[in-house]
């Protein structure tokens, strides 16, 4: 009599690591380990940064941290550095909706459907490897030096990559859900919308947080051209006028604001998907 088939678990929900100490193999720390572990980085960081021992002509182009924090509350409260940050924002934001909705439903059906993948993939897959400010020039005399031109330069960054990642994070669903979906009456748009999207919408989100970090990456490239406001712009003139502490209070700004919408991301995964752990 032949073996029962056996049928390999979901990749959800992980399995939880198991404590264990600091060196272990994918042993788990305790969050308060963990915490006192990311504040020992960042003092000494900051600790070596502050007294690196630097000239009078070292401290210009080398500011201590103390000083560009100083730098970085002038901005705020003289020099109307919210709206610069608030234009970056809002540039990021549509730029990566932008790129979302394009790569989402062709992720996706690339991912579902290997006939769509045959088709698009040898054409998506190519501009991977096409830095993003090459085509700059090309945006300059399509679009201008306006809003459009640095919206396009940061889609033109994340998407393609997107579209990839979205089409293998698609296959990662295991084949029985559709399988058990079709036993049960579901037709092919159904078990994708109803079966393959919503198995795969946490392993999505992941991806949309890696490439929201890359998205980040771009702006300076994208406000550097005939841009007025802007964090990249700031850091723009600054140069010019060698005030490396503005340049460097940009990049802490920068930094800052891809943390905390990894932070938002990440908490809205959890919120969306409690079941997982990881």
Same mark, same amino acid.
């Given at each position: 009599? /032949? *073996? ?11 399995? /939880? ?9 994918? *042993? ?35 500011? /201590? ?23 970056? %924002? ?9 790129? !979302?909705?394009?790569?989402? @439903? ?5 991912? *579902? ?19 993003? @400010? ?39 669903? /295991?084949?029985?859900? %559709?399988? !058990? ?89 959890? *919120? ?7």
């Amino acid at each position: 009599m /032949p *073996a029962a088939a056996t049928i390999p678990a979901p990749p959800f929900p992980a399995a /939880p690591r198991r404590p264990g100490r600091g060196f272990d193999f994918l *042993a788990s720390l305790p969050p308060r380990t963990r915490l006192l572990l990311a504040l020992a980085a960042w003092i000494l960081f900051l600790g070596l940064w502050q007294f690196f021992p630097r000239s009078p002509e070292l401290a210009t182009l080398f500011p /201590p941290p103390s000083r560009v924090a100083a730098t970085l509350g002038e901005l705020f409260t003289e020099k109307d550095y919210l709206q610069d940050v608030l234009a970056s %924002l809002r540039r990021i934001g549509l730029s990566f909706l932008i790129a !979302c909705a394009i790569a989402l @439903p062709l992720g996706l059906l690339m991912g *579902a459907f290997p006939a769509i993948e045959a088709f698009l993939n040898p054409l998506v897959s190519p501009f991977r490897y096409l830095p993003a @400010p090459s085509f700059l020039p090309l945006l300059l005399v399509w679009l201008g030096t306006g809003e459009e031109q640095k919206i396009a330069l940061l889609v033109i960054g994340v998407v393609w990559f997107l579209i990839s990642l979205i089409m293998d994070d698609t296959k990662r669903v /295991p084949l029985e859900f %559709l399988e !058990c979906a079709r036993t049960l009456g579901a037709g092919r748009w159904r078990g994708l919308f109803a079966v393959l999207l919503p198995a795969a919408l946490p392993f999505f989100m992941d991806t949309m947080r890696q490439m929201l970090a890359v998205s980040w990456t771009y702006l300076v490239i994208a406000e550097i051209v005939a841009s007025t406001d802007g964090i990249g712009a700031v850091m723009m003139r600054a140069r010019r006028l060698v005030r490396m502490d503005i340049v460097m209070a940009g990049i802490l700004t920068i930094g800052l604001l891809g943390l905390a919408s990894d932070l938002l991301l990440r908490g809205l995964r959890r *919120a969306a998907f409690p079941y997982l752990r990881n």
